[in-house]
């Protein structure tokens, strides 16, 4: 079973200027992959402060995956800071000074050269993006804040997270939540390693609770399944999937 | 100038079952009152984690602004956790109970004692709502997960989130961010107390670039900006907002 952090880097998230919709993403990509997402931090754009997320997710989780700050801009520091994790010096890598001269035609300025400098011993990536290969440190993911660049660059590599797979059952149920609390206790006494979530819903009107079971073993959730249908009402289940 | 954290408390946000679109509302509206969110964390429904996260950010920052967890069932353990960071036990609200049991016309079962239990000394703030007052502890805020009932408690007691508010200038540039780049970071030489962001857009058919100047001081952020458009080429400034 492996597990990841995401570490989501950037001030216009804690602004409110920008919503981060790639940790939903990596989270739903993670999950379907049979991989823990364990943690979500969202942090500023300070190298120490980066540092000390990555030292310690990278330190507690199989798989640490970073999310923007790798511009070329003053706020772009999440390479420095992952060095920083590290004590890693940056080093330049010419193949990619060349591949941005290439497509600017122009000599580079100081903040493309900048896009040029990776962690001495990165592992670079390359999934046929314009700019640079992905950057990978350790066991540290460095992706773009741009969510179609993201994407793009998590779909070359997801391979490598690829792990035992959840089951999953959804039971929708037209009970309020606390009057299936407690078959919900007794359900985990019985089944002490299943997954259980129970998510209350004010603005449906067809079902009140979606309880959701899951576990990498296929047989345990459905025989929890059956245990479940069999404590609540027949009347109150509206569906089942 | 006053500080915030955000603790989003849920496995289901971890495991992407749940988009979080709470911290999202509470960047915006923390923000327009003034007030800087410095980090958010998502957490996993364990009450060692959420106490320490709870402790953590309760010593780092003003306020902490807890979502989720707050329900009757056995993945609601939030306030035990904030019970736990303060080593403080938890004691029964008769008001509560009484209000619960009005409410349903029944006995409290377990799961309805429970949410009636709160850490001791706690500070209750009547909203109006159904089940239960909005629980501070300390400097920790303890908003329920349903974005609709977060709002609406939010709401009721936003005021005291006041602060000194932002001045925020947004600048859309149609060229490319390495372009500018430097630009920017001489700017930030002559404004460092400036708070300048770069985002670029690559789905954007009209700009490349969207830059966010702010400070608390309205002054400062019209000079930065008059000294920003002096140092771009005209035709290069697709707006100014």
Redesign the interface.
């Known amino acids: 079973m492996s597990t990841a952090g995401i570490l ?1 880097i950037g ?10 919709i790639n ?2 993403y990596l ?6 992959l049979g991989v ?9 754009d300070e190298i120490r402060v980066i540092a000390e997320a990555v030292k310690s997710m990278s330190q507690s989780y199989d798989y640490v995956l970073t999310s923007g700050g790798i ?5 772009d520091l999440t390479v420095e800071g992952v060095a920083a994790a590290f004590g890693l010096p940056l080093e330049r890598i010419p193949g990619i000074e060349e591949r941005i001269q290439r497509a600017t035609g122009k000599e580079l ?4 050269l ?2 040029a400098r990776v962690p001495v011993g990165a592992q670079l990536i390359d999934s046929g993006d314009l700019w640079f290969p992905l950057v990978v440190v350790e066991n540290v993911y460095v992706f773009p804040g ?1 969510p ?2 993201l994407r793009k660059k998590f779909e070359s590599v997801r391979d490598r997270f690829r792990g035992v797979p959840f089951n999953l059952k959804r039971v929708y149920v037209t009970l309020m ?3 299936i ?2 078959d ?2 007794d359900l ?1 006494r019985e089944f002490p390693d299943l ?6 819903r ?2 449906e009107e067809s079902f009140r609770v979606m309880l ?1 079971l ?1 576990s990498r073993d296929a047989c345990y959730v459905q025989r929890a399944l059956e245990s479940l249908l069999a404590r609540l009402p027949a009347d109150a289940i509206h569906k089942v999937e």
Chains 1, 2 share one sequence.
């Open positions: 989501v001030n216009e998230i804690l602004s409110g200027k920008v919503v981060d940790s939903p989270c739903r990509e993670l999950r379907t823990d997402v364990e943690r979500i931090y969202t942090i500023p511009g070329p801009t003053h706020d300025n100081q903040s493309q900048k896009m741009i179609e660049l939540e606390s009057a609390a407690e919900l206790s985990l997954l259980l979530g129970s998510y209350p004010i603005q959701t899951e």
